[in-house]
């Protein structure tokens, strides 16, 4: 086959171009510029764990791999649980760097807005398939407003979530009560503390890609370092929860023994759902989304606008009003106030 006069290179080499290398050739008159640019149809696929100051740390088959973003990319983000494609030195020795030149298509992405004001939202995590939001029973107490709040970032980015109550042990009987409060969701409800086997959690967990999500102090660290021997994570002191101090301060993936991923994120006070809409929140209750096709357009679904579908057709005797109650609640936990989480 003729061969054209321009080349195409298909070498690892020449796929790996980036801005800077374009400019240093383009000086080089030999040879001709071809206007096809290079899709790093080589990179390499690789799965993000951790991010850290514009390093990230990658798992390239089975080795660690630290990468820096590829100028091309621009202001895209990387976050836990991105898959990337990597070119470069994907070796993992020490002192490598690879490059991501490429982020690929998101499933499950967890966002918050600055607070609730600003829309302005960034991605948490990518690609993950259940939050588990971990709340104490006691010590910090249970906030049921933030779990609502969890709930709502969850229903929103269509992740299933999980509610683990941790420090069990301290406080049995308040479990009865939040089984109670979230009786009309379908929310998985489990409970840990420190002598008992983690068999539940674990079976809950299992082959999924998982995202911990709570306050500071509940517990996650702690939860980690059972799940993942070996994962180090700093476990802060009882006396001083609630002093402000947060012991892990990056979001980190670790596998699972038994398959699967838990990412640990910092705990965190509150987070913003400006972005969040009435009708994100109803796909999460199917039976009352079908309803509220009736509804006017542009209805909030607050029941103090008088027309909204959801009240014409379900009364109070109707077998949906608990869920109807249950959406409301955690619909008007996204106007409460951020702070009084
Ligand atoms: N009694 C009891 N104490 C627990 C339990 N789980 C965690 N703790 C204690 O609670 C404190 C806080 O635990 P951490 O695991 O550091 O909490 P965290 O959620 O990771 O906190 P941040 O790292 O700040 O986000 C530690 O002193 C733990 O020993 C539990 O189930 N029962
Ligand atoms: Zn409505």
């Known amino acids: 086959m003729p061969q054209p006069d321009w080349d195409v290179e298909v070498d690892e080499d020449d796929d790996e171009w980036d801005e800077d290398d374009v400019k240093v050739r383009a000086t080089r008159r030999s040879r001709p510029r071809t206007k096809i640019r290079p899709k790093h149809e080589h990179a390499q696929e690789g799965f993000v764990t951790a991010v850290d100051r514009g390093r990230y740390t990658c798992l390239v088959d089975d080795r660690v791999v630290t990468a820096m973003k590829a100028r091309e990319l621009?202001?895209?983000s990387i976050v836990v649980g991105d898959r990337v494609g990597l070119v470069g030195d994907r070796s993992g020795n020490?002192?490598?760097?690879?490059?991501?030149?490429?982020?690929?298509?998101?499933?499950?992405?967890?966002?918050?807005?600055?607070d609730d004001e600003n829309a302005t939202e960034r991605v948490v995590v990518a690609n993950?398939?259940?939050?588990?939001?971990?709340?104490?029973?006691?010590?910090p107490p249970l906030r049921y407003g933030f779990v609502d709040r969890c709930l709502v970032a969850a229903y929103?980015?269509?992740?299933?979530?999980?509610?683990?109550?941790?420090?069990?042990?301290?406080?049995?009987?308040l479990v009865a009560e939040a089984r109670a409060y979230y009786s009309q969701l379908d929310l998985t409800i489990t409970t840990t503390e420190p002598e008992a086997p983690l068999e539940d959690l674990v079976e809950l967990l299992r082959d999924k890609e998982n995202v911990f999500f709570g306050h500071s102090g509940v517990g996650k660290s702690t939860l980690v370092n059972r799940l993942v021997p070996g994962a180090g994570r700093a476990v802060s002191e009882v006396r001083s929860i609630g002093k402000g101090s947060h012991?892990?301060?990056?979001?980190v993936s670790f596998a699972l023994p038994g398959g699967g991923w838990?990412?640990?994120?910092?705990?965190?006070?509150?987070?913003?759902?400006?972005?969040?809409?009435?009708?994100?929140i109803l796909k999460a209750f199917p039976e009352l989304e079908e309803v509220a096709q009736d509804c006017p357009r542009g209805c909030t679904h607050t029941p103090e606008i008088g027309d909204c579908a959801l009240d014409a057709a379900i009364g109070p005797d109707d077998p949906r009003?608990?869920?109807?109650?249950?959406?409301?609640?955690?619909l008007a936990s996204l106007h409460e106030a951020d702070t009084k989480n």
Do not use: M, N
């Open 74 to 76: 621009g202001k895209q």
């Open 94 to 114: 020490a002192g490598t760097l690879a490059r991501v030149v490429r982020i690929e298509p998101r499933h499950g992405e967890l966002r918050r807005s600055a």
């Open 128 to 139: 993950v398939d259940q939050l588990v939001v971990v709340a104490s029973l006691i010590d």
């Open 156 to 173: 929103d980015a269509g992740v299933a979530p999980v509610l683990c109550l941790t420090k069990h042990d301290l406080a049995p009987e």
């Open 247 to 251: 012991t892990s301060t990056s979001t």
């Open 262 to 280: 838990v990412i640990d994120t910092p705990g965190v006070r509150s987070f913003g759902l400006a972005h969040v809409t009435a009708d994100s």
């Open 321 to 330: 009003a608990g869920r109807l109650a249950s959406f409301r609640r955690v």
